[in-house]
């Protein structure tokens, strides 16, 4: 298992502050803080995923549970819309986001926002979010949005337009407590259902009726 770059600006001085009060002999407070670091910098675990898996099948983007399945706004502005998958992360979960598919990313766009709760079926809308496209090599559209929520202070995606992307790599994360949705095209099948737990780059979540 490794951690995300971003643990540093959140670990490192939690850290520091515990070697300090260690130093003088602080060390019930020592031992708070440094106990403190550890649960922060497991909130940014990678863990190892195998992301193996047929064509034309689709993994979760995010580690959590199923909120709702419903329909959404279509991708890049064509008609009609697409089926959504919302998957709810609670501090407790990984917290590390995956490509579903490989493919070309064809948008990437971060829009600011407030903070409500994330399980809030207006977060999508109104909160602080991330909206990724992944054009798949049939031409399928696939999106992802990274929703912070209540306690999430950040988005983060590192992936640009123009980017090539296998199924599984690592897109970004979201900071403490969030959502993803995952849009798919209406000739997927969703395999999974309301309340179902996911695992990133690992649970199938969807699969295409055609070849």
Do not use: W
């Not at 099948?57 to 919302?86: K, T, Y």
């Amino acid at each position: 298992m490794t951690f995300a770059k971003e643990s540093l600006p959140f670990v490192a001085p939690l850290g520091i502050a515990a070697l300090v009060l260690l130093l003088f002999g602080q060390l019930p407070a020592a031992l708070f803080l440094a106990g403190l670091a550890v649960l922060v910098l497991l909130f940014f675990r990678i863990p190892k995923r195998q992301a193996e898996a047929a064509d034309g099948i689709i993994l979760a983007p995010a580690n959590g549970r199923i909120l709702r399945i419903d329909r959404s706004p279509a991708l890049l502005n064509r008609e009609g819309d697409v089926q959504r998958i919302v998957t709810f992360l609670s501090v407790f979960n990984v917290h590390v986001q995956r490509a579903p598919v490989s493919g070309e990313v064809v948008e990437s766009r971060f829009t600011p926002g407030r903070k409500i709760a994330a399980f809030k079926a207006e977060a999508d809308s109104v909160n602080e979010n991330h909206l990724t496209v992944l054009r798949r090599e049939n031409g399928d559209l696939i999106g992802i949005r990274q929703v912070a929520g209540l306690v999430a202070r950040r988005v983060v995606c590192r992936l640009l337009p123009g980017d090539l992307i296998q199924r599984g790599d690592l897109m970004g994360l979201i900071k403490f407590g969030s959502r993803v949705d995952l849009m798919l095209p209406d000739q997927y099948e969703i395999l999974v259902r309301q309340g179902d737990r996911l695992r990133e780059g690992d649970t199938v979540v969807a699969k295409s009726r055609t070849p």
